[in-house]
């Protein structure tokens, strides 16, 4: 594929998977060079510290330099410099920004970053075209079945040479408020709440029934987005829109048409407040207005700035409704401990109607970086190392490890914000389902075409017909000679 498609491609889709997957992702930069004067290598991380690398690097002065979409990272490489001494410096891209820079740097022949990411979305691109080094030949072959399989697979390339690792498992659930479960259904377990979300159908009377009692199931539609069908997009060369997308359409449809979300947008200011307690119920053509004033001379309500939105919302509506449930890969721990306010400890986690996981950082080494043997250190240190793996368990209060030994010695931890819920064997559980054959380089354009469509058939621009022949043309015209569309 050309570099300009490429290009295209991911800026068309990365938001969608980008904005919350590791935290927080505004743009900065964090610079750890002067640690390195006064700290000395840790002989404790030997499993990842290799003595003579990071003894050479002191004595080099070397710095790593790492590109970042989250500022996960950020904490990894504090962590890494604590316990070896190595400066780091830490350079956190907007999502929407990154695919370029990375693109920029490494066609103009940069030594620097040294240290890569991406989301699973972008890794086969990103390989295609050179910019992750080979980990195989710096030895991670030497740790496979180390890391869960999924995970692994995910930071292979085509000819499954091993190019990132992630520290960090992404299986989707439903994050539910326990209270409202309990007065609603009669029961907060998960494997109660679970036969709510098993299918399209039960979650469709749920939302009728939350509605009737004064809540709405989820604060938008797009909670489903990571249950849309377990199926591959391209199979063989030919898209394949299965029976089960066309279910997930449907149900879509009627959410919004039955109004039994609370309209709020994913990532929006409202749809985070929605996390800690009531928000208004806002019908879609006010929140996405042009951000003037209406002919009443009101603000029209900017959603993605907190300020505005806090100023002027109570000009539209005053109806008010708590959200039940957001849909969210095991990431969303992260999400929920810094959104829920004073609802901490009144929720629960259960599967959802189908396998599905989303986003998570993938760690790699630029190919044209000069301090791989260095590099490859640090990777080893974030996603292969129980030490490591323990610290940010209990560092980010929750987020799910891939480091298959550092499960199993939490898989009986509870989690006092989700009920006591033993976290870690559910979520390891839910990744044996994932299978990652059916994911291909065309899933996030597909996905946002496919998207596209439904909004403009659950908002009445487009009758069903109308949208769905320009969702064909679209795949036709994007794809020419990659896919064929048979309608």
């Not at 950020?74 to 830490?90: C, I, L, N, S, W």
Request: with cysteine; hydrophobic share 40%; net charge negative.
């Amino acid at each position: 594929m050309k570099m300009k498609k490429l290009i295209s491609l991911l800026l068309a889709g990365v938001m969608t998977f980008s904005l919350a997957a590791c935290g927080d992702t505004t743009a900065s930069s964090t610079d750890n060079s002067n640690a390195g004067e006064t700290k000395a290598p840790v002989a404790s991380v030997e499993e990842t510290a290799t003595e003579d690398v990071v003894s050479q690097a002191l004595a080099n002065g070397d710095k790593l330099v790492v590109w970042t979409l989250a500022k996960d990272l950020e904490q990894f490489a504090d962590r890494y410099t604590e316990k070896t001494g190595v400066p780091t410096e830490v350079i956190v891209i907007e999502p929407a920004d990154y695919p370029t820079k990375l693109q920029t740097a490494i066609m103009g022949g940069e030594k620097e970053p040294d240290i890569v990411v991406g989301e699973p979305q972008m890794l086969p691109e990103f390989f295609d075209n050179g910019f992750f080094a080979d980990l195989d030949a710096l030895g991670a072959s030497n740790y496979a079945g180390q890391i869960v399989d999924y995970v692994w697979e995910v930071g292979k390339d085509s000819e499954g040479t091993t190019r990132a690792i992630s520290y960090q498992i992404t299986p989707a659930g439903f994050y539910y408020r326990r209270d409202i479960a309990e007065s609603v259904f009669g029961s907060s377990d998960p494997e109660e709440v679970q036969k709510i979300f098993s299918s399209y159908e039960n979650i469709l009377e749920a939302g009728r029934k939350l509605k009737e009692a004064g809540y709405r199931i989820f604060a938008s539609d797009s909670e489903l987005n990571y249950f849309s069908g377990d199926s591959a997009w391209v199979v063989d060369g030919k898209l394949n829109v299965d029976q089960a997308r066309f279910d997930y359409m449907d149900m879509v449809v009627k959410l919004y048409q039955e109004d039994l979300t609370a309209y709020a947008a994913q990532w929006s200011t409202p749809w985070y407040q929605a996390m800690s307690g009531a928000v208004p119920v806002l019908t879609a053509d006010l929140q996405w207005g042009d951000w003037g004033t209406d002919e009443e001379g009101n603000t029209n309500l900017n959603i993605w700035d907190a300020e505005n939105y806090n100023a002027n919302v109570g000009n539209y509506t005053d109806t008010y409704a708590e959200v039940f449930a957001f849909g969210l890969p095991a990431w969303g721990v992260l999400t929920m401990r810094d959104n829920v306010g004073d609802t901490a400890g009144k929720w629960g986690v259960c599967a959802g109607p189908a396998y599905g996981f989303g986003g998570g950082t993938f760690i790699g080494i630029s190919e044209l970086s000069e301090r791989k043997e260095l590099a490859w250190d640090f990777v080893k240190f974030c996603t292969l190392n129980e030490e490591t793996a323990d610290w940010w368990i209990e560092a980010s209060e929750g987020d799910t490890v891939s480091l298959l030994s550092a499960l199993e010695k939490h898989k009986d931890d509870t989690n006092p914000v989700y009920g006591g819920e033993k976290m870690y064997s559910m979520w390891l559980e839910l990744a044996k389902g994932i299978d990652y054959s059916k994911v291909t380089k065309y899933d996030t354009a597909i996905g946002d075409a496919w998207g596209n469509a439904i909004s403009k058939i659950k908002t009445g621009e487009a009758s069903k017909e109308d949208a769905l022949n320009e969702f064909y043309d679209t795949v036709e015209s994007t794809f020419a000679g990659e896919i064929v569309v048979e309608r």
